[in-house]
């Protein structure tokens, strides 16, 4: 009894660290696509949480920068194109896309199992399950209609989705934070986040309900 405890309580452990790093991967990730992209589509400096950030020169943080601008720029007048932000969101959302569907197609030898089930409700189709609504298996019956055995439309269809989220969480947070770049920050801090990243190949309930999740709060907050 107290082996099989105590293999528990490690395998446990080893869950929870493995998932610590793989949401830390995925955050420094999020965070090295923003500052590479922001090379591109980013015009001038910029100042965020009272720190300003050098993107013309190769110095991220400067102390000088901070002293001799401090009384020159506020932050809501940051020399940011706003164009340029949508440009570089768009980009971050095509990067995660292409990235978390290629690798699970190249490296998995069969979907997973979460889908495999969902797939098998879709060849008979009912307004319900005896574990979850119907709406993942209507979207995965519709992916085998059009692709058949394909497995990278299946890791695609579960991209869509999370990319779905992402820009319903970027346009909730503009128009919280009146600030394009907090806003992209918002989506950066998801894609750190375990359940947006390594598990998201996995088209399930769970990465179904992320789109109508963000739905429910985006208008709950707009009609309070």
Not at 1 to 18: A, N, P, Q
Not at 31 to 54: E, H, N, S
Not at 115 to 139: M, V
């Amino acid at each position: 009894m107290y082996v099989f405890e105590i293999l528990i309580g490690v395998f446990t452990f080893f869950s929870v660290v493995e998932t610590f790093f793989v949401g830390l991967v995925g955050f420094l990730i999020g965070v090295t696509t923003f500052f590479v992209l922001t090379d591109v589509f980013l015009v001038g400096d910029f100042k965020i949480f009272g720190i300003y950030i050098i993107l013309s020169g190769r110095s991220i943080f400067s102390n000088k920068y901070v002293s001799s601008k401090l009384n020159s720029y506020k932050i809501n007048n940051m020399l940011i194109n706003k164009n340029n932000i949508n440009k570089l969101f768009y980009s971050f959302l095509i990067i995660h896309l292409i990235l978390w569907t290629l690798v699970p197609t190249l490296t998995n030898n069969n979907l997973p199992l979460d889908t495999i089930e969902a797939l098998a409700w879709g060849s008979n189709l009912n307004w319900g399950f005896n574990k979850h609504p119907p709406a993942s298996a209507f979207f995965l019956e519709i992916i085998y209609q059009l692709f058949g055995s394909w497995d990278w439309a299946y890791y695609l269809l579960s991209q869509l989705f999370v990319v779905t989220a992402f820009i319903i969480v970027f346009k909730f947070a503009e128009e919280l934070f009146k600030n394009k770049i907090l806003s992209l920050i918002s989506v950066l801090l998801l894609e750190g986040i375990y359940f947006y990243n390594f598990t998201t190949p996995e088209f399930n309930v769970n990465v179904c309900q992320l789109p109508f999740w963000s739905l429910c709060v985006y208008y709950l907050i707009n009609r309070e």
